[in-house]
């Protein structure tokens, strides 16, 4: 099985030769991670922790997801939380779609929650805003991913957390409502994706 087309496609097209020698070191951390837990042959948890769990996570999360799949490695389970819950941002919900994502509005509200299918025969991702100690999240036995530096700062200790990575992201909000806002979104999106990408590529499994 594999990922939609259209995302597929850009998962082809990502060139892991732009992440620079001090990025790679950055990341080395989570691929220790997820190649110690297929070793021992254990579930693998990461959650992606932002600030408001709007933007930068859940892109994150998605990526992360669908690029494990795109690589063939079982029992991986990401998720996305924030020190605070606000909502997922329709510009990153959007930057999806355009990616090849299937989205569907699964309820509205002030925090509406999104279906987000990658695959046809795998269980969409849940996209909504939680706070990281969310009961959709774990609680234990997981590697938290600090994507944004004021969630670094704000939570130098992550309850149940095996790991704590900081691995951050510029935020493409100070794009919001420019012409460039877009444009900006769908580079972010993709700098996460070819991160994601090259983690996932490292993995013997």
């Not at 732009?18 to 990341?27: C, G, H, P, V, Y």
């Not at 605070?84 to 990153?92: C, G, I, N, Q, V």
Request: aromatic letters at 10%.
């Amino acid at each position: 099985m594999k990922v939609f087309e259209k995302i597929e496609n850009i998962i082809s097209s990502l060139n892991v030769e732009t992440i620079s020698k001090e990025r790679k070191e950055t990341l080395q951390p989570l691929i220790d991670f997820v190649q110690t837990k297929v070793n021992d042959n254990k579930e693998i948890r990461i959650n992606f922790i932002c600030t408001h769990n709007s933007r930068r996570s859940h892109l994150s999360q998605v990526w992360a997801q669908t690029l494990a799949f795109h690589f063939n490695i079982k029992n991986i389970f990401c998720y996305s939380g924030g020190t605070e819950a606000t909502a997922l941002f329709p510009m990153a919900a959007k930057t999806l779609e355009n990616s090849g994502f299937q989205i569907k509005t699964m309820s509205e509200g002030n925090n509406p929650i999104y279906s987000i299918k990658y695959a046809d025969n795998e269980h969409p991702i849940m996209g909504f805003s939680k706070k990281l100690d969310d009961e959709f999240n774990p609680k234990s036995e997981f590697a938290a991913i600090m994507t944004c530096d004021s969630a670094n700062e704000a939570c130098p200790f992550v309850a149940g957390a095996e790991k704590r990575i900081p691995i951050t992201f510029e935020d493409p909000k100070a794009f919001d409502g420019t012409p460039q806002q877009a444009e900006k979104y769908n580079e972010r999106s993709l700098q996460i994706a070819t991160e994601l990408f090259y983690v996932f590529s490292k993995i013997n499994h």
